[in-house]
């Protein structure tokens, strides 16, 4: 994807009038902060605030502990707070460590000083309350944080406030990999499962109790991840049977279902702890559990390397509490949240999990399905996969692009690329809007748009944000519209579109129909292509998201390779989702 404009760019560009100013302050339930005032974009920032207490030792392997101090004078939020433990170097630059769940907060600070003036005025006016949009960075559950620059929020709020609709954007972190998903007999009978689901619904509670300080309405608020984010809002739908305790009111999941995650059980993730206990010399104690969280965080962190443990890595499980049963399990006897969704799928998301340069033969990829997945498929069903994905190009992902095989990638890698997309991402969407639509108003997409690989613009001494040529590069053709692709134009980053009209004018009318979904649970709006509800054809409606220069945006009936669709869902349980 192509780099993004963090916020310390945009701080940098504000420079010493940051420095030396005094930040807008809050007061929460325990104490004041004081965050930073970006004027170019006349918005406040407040950075790395705590929602729970330190995640370390007592607190370790535990479930997210209320703030239990209050103090006087005004605390500093101005920097994004540590990632929480993940072996990814690019996850450091604000620190990593367990003290590490934080939320981030931006919001319109011009809407704010209206409303003062008014106030001050004596006119009689009634603060109007942001919709809160709460973001959950993806990452495969295993890696990942709030801080990294594709996540920037400073210009979806600016484009709310262009569009007359103003929401105040946040952002947390929460434990991913081992320290937020181990599980184990021990994890199990603590009653300390599924610990990044709690941190998340921790820090909503901290949302309804402290979001009015800073201008949110606590009574609108929209959870929205992409990819393993997108997994957790599906998986927040149906914590407790479908229970949403007033923390949350709408959904927006990009890529990613509850019943893409593996739900392996303690016959698969038992041997992982008991190994790690003996790595950590913790063999003897009578509390095995207890043991660990008296472990120093740097002898045990290389233990809990996601990349060091054979198979998927660590994902929720099953614990007969947050999660009382299968999502599939769930979803279909309707124990959910019936709220309004907004859902959707790229169109190549199989070309991120598809092997490369393997599957060239019928046997190479009957192999595959076989024994290398994990989905516990028997052979017979294998055989129908087969047949219901045929080695035809044409059919294969990327989508359009005809006979062109790819074959350095393998021969048959864009028959795999289908499979594997549909099993994760578009079957498993499938499935949920014709459940979601049932009790909610629902609207899908399929974004379609191939994204920028690089983007420069340098003036002759190389000074970025020059005048000078602009290097424009798309994403490679083997890869298409791939996993992550829509992000940047859904957070309406112009790096993300580059120098071209038609891109900058996509990511527009994308964020725009994000934005008026957290305010009302609908996209549509004057000047927007009409996006009709799930359920208002019996085949199902999908609004495909494109740029002008491909036709423009238009509404299909979500019928594209519905037969294999149709039988990977019936075969989801096998795969324990």
Request: a negative charge; proline letters at 5%; one cysteine or more.
């Amino acid at each position: 994807m192509v780099g993004q404009i963090s916020v310390y760019a945009l701080l940098a560009a504000v420079g010493a009038t940051v420095a030396t100013a005094t930040g807008p302050t809050v007061r929460v339930l325990n104490g004041s902060y004081e965050g930073l005032h970006l004027s170019s974009f006349r918005q406040d920032l407040f950075l790395g605030i705590p929602y729970a207490q330190d995640t370390g030792g007592s607190n370790r392997f535990r479930v997210p502990q209320s703030l239990n101090e209050t103090w006087d004078g005004v605390r500093q939020a101005k920097i994004y707070g540590p990632a929480c433990p993940d072996q990814d170097v690019d996850d450091m630059q604000f620190g990593m460590g367990e003290d590490c769940l934080s939320i981030n907060i931006v919001r319109p600070s011009e809407s704010l000083e209206n409303y003062e003036d008014s106030e001050r005025k004596g006119e009689n006016t009634t603060r109007a309350r942001f919709p809160v949009l709460l973001w959950i960075h993806g990452g495969s559950y295993q890696v990942g944080t709030s801080g990294l620059p594709n996540y920037n929020l400073t210009f979806l709020v600016q484009r709310s406030v262009d569009v007359g609709l103003p929401v105040l954007a946040a952002s947390i972190n929460y434990r991913k990999g081992g320290w937020g998903n181990m599980y184990s007999r021990e994890i199990q009978g603590s009653g300390n499962t599924n610990l990044a689901l709690r941190d998340m619904r921790k820090a909503l509670a901290w949302i309804q109790e402290n979001i009015g300080a800073f201008g949110g309405d606590a009574s609108s608020v929209t959870i929205w991840g992409e990819s393993a984010g997108s997994f957790a809002v599906g998986q927040l739908l149906m914590t407790y049977g479908g229970r949403t305790d007033g923390l949350f009111h709408r959904s927006i999941q990009e890529s990613g279902s509850a019943a893409t995650a593996w739900y392996n059980g303690s016959d698969w993730y038992q041997p992982i702890y008991d190994k790690i206990v003996e790595e950590v010399n913790c063999t003897q104690a009578i509390n095995t559990l207890e043991c660990l969280r008296s472990v120093d965080y740097e002898v045990l962190f290389p233990f809990l390397n996601s990349s060091a443990v054979t198979g998927p890595g660590w994902y929720p499980t099953v614990d007969g509490d947050v999660i009382p049963a299968y999502p599939t399990e769930l979803l279909n006897t309707g124990r959910f949240a019936q709220i309004p969704h907004l859902y959707g799928t790229n169109s190549d998301e199989g070309t991120d999990n598809a092997p490369v340069g393997v599957i060239n033969t019928d046997a190479d990829l009957y192999n595959y399905l076989l024994h290398d997945t994990g989905f516990g498929f028997p052979a017979s069903t294998v055989s129908r996969i087969m047949q219901l994905y045929p080695d035809d190009p044409a059919q294969g992902i990327p989508l359009n692009t005809g006979t062109e095989r790819f074959a350095d990638k393998g021969y048959q890698y864009k028959r795999v690329a289908a499979i594997v997309g549909d099993v994760f991402y578009h079957a498993p969407r499938l499935d949920d809007a014709r459940h979601y639509a049932k009790g909610a108003p629902t609207f899908v997409y399929r974004f379609n748009t191939r994204p920028l690989a690089t983007y420069s613009n340098t003036d002759s001494n190389g000074t970025a944000g020059g005048t000078g040529n602009a290097t424009v590069m798309l994403a490679p053709a083997y890869k298409g519209v791939a996993h992550f692709s829509e992000v940047g134009f859904v957070f309406a980053n112009p790096v993300a579109a580059g120098s071209w009209p038609g891109y900058r004018a996509l990511g527009q009318q994308m964020s725009e129909q994000w934005i008026r979904f957290a305010h009302t649970g609908n996209p549509n709006g004057k000047g927007l292509p009409r996006w009709p509800r799930y359920d208002e054809s019996e085949k199902g409606l999908n609004m495909v998201l494109q740029t002008e220069a491909q036709g423009g945006s238009y509404v299909e009936e979500d019928t594209y390779r519905i037969a294999g669709r149709e039988y990977l869902t019936k075969w989801a349980r096998r795969r324990h989702v």
